[in-house]
Structures are given as C-alpha cells and as structure tokens.
C-alpha cells in the first residue's frame, strides 16, 4: 500500500491497539498498521526511554530471538540522552479489573511498578509457574529482556501446514514445547522462563498507556488482548488514576533508572 509519508506514523497507544490474539498490533487512522510491536515497547519502558521515534521498514517489528534483549543491547550501546522536559507518570489510585472468561487482569495502587503473573498449561514442561517482580531500576534487564516467546509444537504444526512460520526454527525465535519435553536446542534460559516471558510481554504492552505507571499489575492466564481492555477500562475511570511530575525520587524508582549493560545477562 501506498502511503503518504504525512500517514505513515502509527503512536504507540492504547488506544491505537487492535485486538490480536498472539501479539500486539497497533494501527493508526490512515489503516497503516505495525504488528508484534510488545518487546520493542518491553525494552523502551525497561530502559527508561519515554521518548522515542522507530523507524520500522515492514508491517512487523523482527522477532529476533523471541525475547528483548537485542533491542536492549542495542538502546544501551547507544545511549539514552535526558531531555528537558520533565518525566510525567501514572499514579494508579484504585483497584481496576477486566476479566476474559478464566483469564484476569487487574493493577492495584502501587508506589513503584511491581508485575506479577501466573499461567498454567497443560504440557508438563511449563505446567503451573508464578512470578512477581519490582520492575525498579535495572530488574527488567536483568531478570526479564532475555526471556524468549514460547508454543506448542503442535501450534508450529498446525501454522507450517498453512503456510506460516516456515522461516522459524525450534531456539531461534521461540521456545517450543512438546508435552515433558523441550524441543529448542539448548532448552531454557531460566527454569522459569515461560511466565517471565509473559511478564515481558505485559509491561511492553503497559507501555502503551504513554506513560511509566506506578502500581500493582497482576496477570492470571492474561494475554495482549486482556490487558489492552485493562488499559481501556483504566483510562475510562478518571477516578482511578492521576497524572504525576516525577519529583527525583521517583525518577530513582521507574522501570530503567541507572541501567547499564553490565546488567545484561550473558546468554543475551
């Protein structure tokens, strides 16, 4: 599609996410859309940019190796510059809920950003995992940027017989699972790798509220879609939340404040 440059811009918000099972897909008002969009979102709220332009050549952000980390790698060789403008944040002041059928998502006040997850699958290999982590300071990019995106193998089947994923391969841009067994060379980069994937995944997709958050966000078999309808529900209650200047101790506690790459995990 031939699109005026003036139209090709697509913001990276909530309110510009259409619903999308596996990934997260944004679009703008011209219908130009960019999908998968979640781990370049994870990695700019977990190295503290809240200021950015991606130039993106295709109608999908690369999946890379399935986790964050090359984007983090990449911002943090880079540089991330301060700029005038004071850093404004979403204080939460009430307990939000949405719910999809067995699938929860909720966020709680809070002062800092803490995400806690659970899933529960029935292959063996990942069963019932849980996780909650502060996401202050450098915790994304130490506990979290290197997680891969995870499936069955019988999703892998099921997509390569319809013509999809032909390029991918088992460790290259996923994890995938087969019942008690790993099937990607090497296994797992953490015994729990798979919900802290998912915890990966839900702060780029809190990313899109434009601004850091400060509260509780807890995920229960919750997916893109339910926390897009979280953000949704958020921003209709004016009551339950508020727009802060961050004073600079709060600036101490966001997502990304003093991170280095020391602080990458080898294996990324």
């Not at 982590?133 to 390569?160: I, K, P």
Request: aromatic share 4%; charged share 25%; with cysteine.
């Amino acid at each position: 599609m031939d699109v005026a440059r003036a139209h090709r811009a697509v913001p990276a918000r909530w309110d510009c996410e259409i619903s999308s099972p596996l990934s997260t897909r944004i679009v703008n008002e011209f219908e130009v859309s960019i999908s998968t969009v979640e781990h370049l979102m994870a990695a700019l709220v977990g190295c503290g940019i809240h200021n950015a332009r991606i130039d993106v050549t295709a109608g999908e952000v690369p999946i890379m190796d399935g986790s964050a980390s090359v984007f983090v790698r990449a911002f943090l060789n880079a540089g991330i510059v301060a700029q005038r403008a004071p850093v404004k944040a979403l204080r939460v002041l009430k307990p939000v809920e949405v719910r999809r059928g067995d699938a929860v998502a909720r966020i709680m006040p809070h002062k800092t950003l803490l995400i806690e997850f659970d899933i529960e699958f029935e292959d063996q290999a990942i069963g019932a995992q849980s996780k909650k982590l502060n996401m202050s300071n450098g915790s994304f990019v130490r506990e979290l940027c290197s997680s891969r995106t995870f499936c069955r193998q019988a999703d892998v089947d099921h997509m390569q017989a319809n013509g999809l994923a032909l390029g991918g391969s088992p460790g290259e841009n996923a994890v995938v699972f087969d019942g008690d067994k790993i099937v990607s060379p090497g296994g797992l980069r953490h015994a729990d790798e798979p919900v802290r994937h998912k915890m990966l995944d839900a702060l780029g997709d809190l990313g899109l509220a434009g601004v850091p958050i400060l509260g509780h966000y807890q995920g229960i078999r919750a997916g893109h879609a339910l926390t897009n309808d979280l953000l949704r529900a958020l921003f209709a209650d004016r009551e339950a939340f508020e727009i802060v200047e961050c004073d600079p101790k709060m600036l101490s506690l966001l997502p990304g404040a003093g991170v280095h790459l020391g602080e990458l995990p080898e294996v990324a």
